[in-house]
Structure formats: structure tokens, C-alpha cells
């Protein structure tokens, strides 16, 4: 399974952004969950959100609930995230990654990553 990330850049406090994450042809097939992750400097990687990939069932972590959402096109075979009121803390490396199973929330259960997004928020 081969991931793609985009869409990352500088937005002031309170913008937002749309991340892309891309699943090349032919390699999504042993995909269940997609999910979004960020790394900020210093700090672990942490769960942002997921979503199912053939059913659409999504879970977000508490600090994004009500700002992120996360939403899939599976013809196009991609996965976004799309970040509204974005604070100065969102800041951080965006990642994408697949999982081959389902409801799963942590790095290590997630199979394949993307090479990440960098989201710059300014105060």
C-alpha cells in the first residue's frame, strides 16, 4: 500500500486547510481503517482521526472533535482532512496511514504511512 500526503502549509490561527492523502491504484484492497496522525516537535505522534474505508464510520481524537473531519472519496481513492478553526498547537507533521484491520487507534496498529504534511498555524 503505497500513501501520498499533501496539502499541508501556513495558515494564520483560526483558518483552515484540506490535507490529501492518495492510495495508489491496486494497493488499497487490504485496507480497513484510514487514518490521520501528527507529530509537533519534540512530542510523540499522536491520533487525530479515522475513518473506515468501505463504510465511512469515523472516530476523532477529543483535542480535534468539532474543528476536523475526516472524510474519504473511494473513487478517487483518497482520504481527507479537512482542518477548521486551526489553533497555533495543531501545528505539527500530518501524517496518513492504513490499517488492515477495523476501530484501530494507535501508531503501532497501522500498517502503512504517508511521508507527511508539515501544518504551520500561526498566532
Known amino acids: 500500500v503505497q500513501l501520498q500526503a499533501s496539502g499541508g502549509g501556513l495558515v494564520p490561527a483560526g483558518g483552515s486547510l484540506r490535507l490529501s492523502c492518495a492510495v495508489a491504484?491496486?494497493?488499497?484492497?487490504?485496507?480497513?481503517?484510514m487514518g490521520w496522525f501528527r507529530q509537533a516537535p519534540g512530542k510523540e505522534r499522536d491520533f487525530v482521526a479515522r475513518?473506515?474505508?468501505?463504510?465511512?464510520?469515523?472516530y476523532y481524537a477529543d483535542s480535534v472533535k468539532g474543528r476536523f473531519t475526516i472524510s474519504r472519496d473511494n473513487a478517487k481513492n483518497t482520504v481527507y482532512l479537512l482542518l477548521n478553526s486551526l489553533k497555533p498547537e495543531d501545528t505539527a507533521v500530518y501524517y496518513c496511514?492504513?490499517?488492515?484491520?477495523?476501530?484501530?487507534?494507535?501508531?503501532?496498529?497501522?500498517?502503512?504511512w504517508g511521508q507527511g504534511t508539515l501544518v504551520t498555524v500561526s498566532s
Open positions: 496511514a492504513a490499517a488492515r484491520r477495523l476501530g484501530v487507534h494507535r501508531t503501532d496498529e497501522y500498517d502503512y
Open positions: 475513518i473506515s474505508w468501505s463504510g465511512g464510520s469515523t
Open positions: 491504484e491496486g494497493t488499497y484492497y487490504s485496507i480497513f481503517d
